[in-house]
């Protein structure tokens, strides 16, 4: 079954630091991995994604997102965080033997402090 | 150009009640998903539909959950006989087509408050 974990409920970062949000996988076969960002109260906003080629991949808003295929990881970086990078983040594979489907982390939510 | 709308944005009804929700997709997208979202939790897949059928439902919990998209475009889910459980955040996505490297766009979502 293909699922992704963010083993961290909440990060913490000061403005102007660097940020990580983790996430690993577990899929079978090469995976297509997404990053989406979420305002309070509003939907899931796509970030970047995932498919083939360089393993690091840049996105919107500065963010960038690192895959690792050894350690099963697709984490979530941007250099200098801003306190308007403060949301919740969530990580998703997507099924490849049924494109249809998306599969979820919980979430992570990012609290970036001035 | 217009991202992906769902309305109504709240709906609180009480338990045993019957509730739509809508949702438009993104102009010219023929593929459209529905996932609920919890609490402190990702959102999960409910039911896909490619055109105006559902060509997956194997999310819908139950038979009380049922979607439809007539003309290809806005789609609406129907839970009949709501249970306090079915309360969440109700999200819609649409993509330009099934394609595997496809992202999908999300809406707003609608918050489901079952009494």
């Known amino acids: 079954a293909q699922s992704v974990a963010q083993p961290e409920d909440q990060v913490n970062v000061a403005e102007g630091n660097p940020l990580t949000v983790k996430c690993t996988y577990s899929?079978?076969?090469?995976?297509?991995l997404f990053w989406y960002v979420q305002y309070p109260n509003r939907g899931l906003q796509f970030l970047l994604k995932?498919?083939?080629?360089?393993?690091l991949v840049k996105g919107s808003y500065g963010f960038e997102a690192e895959f690792n295929k050894s350690q099963t990881s697709f984490h979530l970086k941007k250099p200098s965080a801003l306190v308007s990078d403060s949301a919740l983040y969530f990580c998703a594979v997507r099924d490849l033997r049924n494109f249809n489907k998306f599969y979820f982390g919980s979430g992570t939510k990012l609290n970036v402090k001035p | 150009g217009a991202g992906v709308s769902q309305t109504p944005s709240n709906k609180v009804t009480e338990k045993g009640k019957y509730v739509e929700l809508r949702c438009d997709p993104i102009?010219?997208?023929?593929?459209l998903y529905w996932y609920r979202q919890s609490l402190g939790q990702g959102p999960e897949f409910l039911i896909y539909?490619?055109?105006?059928?559902?060509?997956?439902d194997s999310g819908l919990p139950n038979d009380r959950f049922f979607a439809v998209r007539p003309e290809g475009s806005v789609s609406t889910l129907k839970i009949q006989r709501t249970e306090r459980g079915d309360s969440a955040v109700y999200l819609c996505?649409?993509?330009?087509?099934?394609?595997?490297?496809?992202?999908?766009?999300f809406g707003p979502g609608t918050r489901l408050t079952v009494l």
């Open positions: 996505a649409s993509s330009p087509s099934s394609g595997s490297t496809d992202t999908q766009y």
């Open positions: 539909f490619q055109g105006t059928g559902a060509a997956d």
């Open positions: 899929v079978s076969g090469n995976p297509y």
């Open positions: 995932y498919i083939t080629g360089d393993n």
């Open positions: 102009s010219g997208h023929t593929a």
